[in-house]
């Protein structure tokens, strides 16, 4: 059974800093994993998909990589701003019609 | 403009009656998701479709039943039989096969 692991449960870093959020799963047979942003009370806004044959997708700021072989993922946050404030949630697709198994997300401040 | 809407926003229900929840997508995507998300938890999966009148069961979905009578719309309703309904409920769509999944806001459901 696929789990995802997302450590720590939460992150407060000052504006301005480059960070990197981590994402482990336990089963490499993957078609692709999706990171996504939830803001409190909101639902989930599709940041970056990796395909399994991919090794990392870049969108603005953010850039996230996939390291299938190790069964890890990592989203980089550049020049963090108090507005990237918000969870952050991992989800791999493990193509048994498209279902997705999620991690219980980072919580990120970040502080002006 | 695109995208998924659930009504309501919110919900509130006694405990012993039935509830339903409305999701809609102009997306013309064929498969649509229903997930559940509880506090400190990951999202789980209630139910999905690949395609009209057809539907499968997710990883959490005794008390609940969906119907897809249209591609546009996959409404769920939550039972009495469901023990906690108590959560916040998402839905999702996407085009057929290992494809991004996109989130509407969400219905928060209180049953007291």
């Known amino acids: 059974k696929q789990e995802v692991t997302q450590i720590p449960a939460a992150l407060s870093v000052p504006e301005g800093e480059n960070l990197v959020l981590n994402c482990s799963f336990t089963?490499?047979?993957?078609?692709?994993l999706q990171w996504f942003r939830q803001d409190p009370g909101k639902g989930l806004t599709s940041l970056l998909l990796?395909?399994?044959?991919?090794r990392e997708q870049t969108s603005g700021r953010l850039n996230a990589s996939l390291d299938k072989s190790s069964g890890r993922s990592t989203l980089y946050i550049a020049a963090s701003q108090p507005g990237d404030s918000a969870t952050y949630l991992c989800?791999?697709?493990?193509?048994?019609?498209?279902?997705?198994?999620f991690g219980k997300g980072i919580t990120l401040s970040v502080r002006p | 403009d695109g995208g998924i809407t659930q009504s309501p926003k919110y919900l509130f229900r006694k405990e012993g009656q039935n509830v339903t929840l409305s999701c809609e997508q102009n997306?013309?995507?064929?498969?649509m998701y229903w997930y559940r998300q509880d506090p400190g938890q990951g999202l789980r999966l209630i139910y999905y479709?690949?395609?009209?009148?057809?539907?499968q069961k997710g990883d959490i979905a005794e008390g609940y039943s969906v119907s897809r009578e249209k591609k546009e719309s996959f409404p769920l309703t939550v039972t009495s039989a469901q023990k906690n309904p108590t959560a916040f409920y998402l839905c999702?769509?996407?085009?057929?096969?290992?494809?991004?999944?996109?989130f509407g806001p969400g219905t928060r459901l209180t049953v007291t």
């Open positions: 999702a769509s996407s085009r057929p096969g290992n494809y991004e999944q996109y």
């Open positions: 089963d490499s047979a993957i078609y692709n």
């Open positions: 990796i395909q399994s044959s991919q």
């Open positions: 989800a791999v697709n493990t193509g048994a019609n498209s279902k997705l198994t």
């Open positions: 997306l013309n995507h064929d498969a």
């Open positions: 479709s690949q395609i009209v009148n057809d539907f």
